[in-house]
T-cell receptor
Framework: DTEVTQTPKHLVMGMTNKKSLKCEQH?????MYWYKQKAKKPPELMFV???????INESVPSRFSPECPNSSLLNLHLHALQPEDSALYLC?????????????FGPGTRLTVT | GENVEQHPSTLSVQEGDSAVIKCTYS??????FPWYKQELGKRPQLIID?????GEKKDQRIAVTLNKTAKHFSLHITETQPEDSAVYFC????????????FGRGTQLTVWP
């Protein structure tokens, strides 16, 4: 299985809601990533997990809270988001946290904050 | 940190023509340069990559060249087809920056039949 899966595909939430995005991979990869992507822009790195430990937090606001329950799963908990947080949220995984291994992206969750 | 610049931002070609996208990077310590293709509504996918110990790499109709002295690398697509239409992102990686790819701003390639 060489695929990264993400749920849900689409999410609409109000600014006071709490929701979670989920990501899963079964390739035995030990690094997992969260990216935010705005239309026609490159992915922006948010978090990197290496061997289930948070290794990079790109100064992301605390309303985004990542969690890595095990080596196959990655969650992104959302709370009190702003309309400008509306974007495509991509999960990715790679064999290790070295950037020179291919990153496999999931299909993304299209998030709309109302 | 690293800064990767990508040109052009949009590129239109006729089917069968070649397309070239260029990227420059600022950090001479960068040693890995992948190219990702993202079709409309789809996920980014790696199409080709090159490491700093190699000057050129080919995979069928796609090739990447690297000039370390000038700090630039280019994607070449020959015999373009409509299914090549997508946004292409170049990226750079420096060995000491865990998992951190520095992406270019992207090139929207449109191939007209």
């Amino acid at each position: 299985d060489t695929e990264v899966t993400q749920t849900p595909k689409h999410l609409v939430m109000g600014m006071t809601n709490k929701k979670s995005l989920k990501c899963e991979q079964h390739m035995g990869h030990r690094a997992m990533y969260w990216y935010k992507q705005k239309a026609k822009k490159p992915p922006e790195l948010m978090f990197v997990y290496s061997y289930e430990k948070l290794s990079i937090n790109e100064s992301v606001p605390s309303r985004f809270s990542p969690e890595c329950p095990n080596s196959s799963l990655l969650n992104l908990h959302l709370h009190a988001l702003q309309p400008e947080d509306s974007a495509l949220y991509l999960c990715a995984s790679s064999q290790t946290d070295r950037g020179d291994y291919e990153q496999y992206f999931g299909p993304g969750t299209r998030l709309t904050v109302t | 940190g690293e800064n990767v610049e990508q040109h052009p931002s949009t590129l239109s070609v006729q089917e069968g023509d070649s397309a070239v996208i260029k990227c420059t990077y600022s950090d001479s310590a960068s040693n890995y340069f992948p190219w990702y293709k993202q079709e409309l509504g789809k996920r980014p996918q790696l199409i080709i990559d090159i490491r700093s110990n190699v000057g050129e790499k080919k995979d069928q109709r796609i090739a990447v060249t690297l000039n370390k002295t000038a700090k630039h690398f280019s994607l070449h697509i020959t015999e373009t087809q409509p299914e090549d239409s997508a946004v292409y992102f170049c990226a750079g990686y420096r060995g000491s920056t865990l998992g951190r790819l520095y992406f270019g701003r992207g090139t929207q390639l449109t191939v007209w039949p």
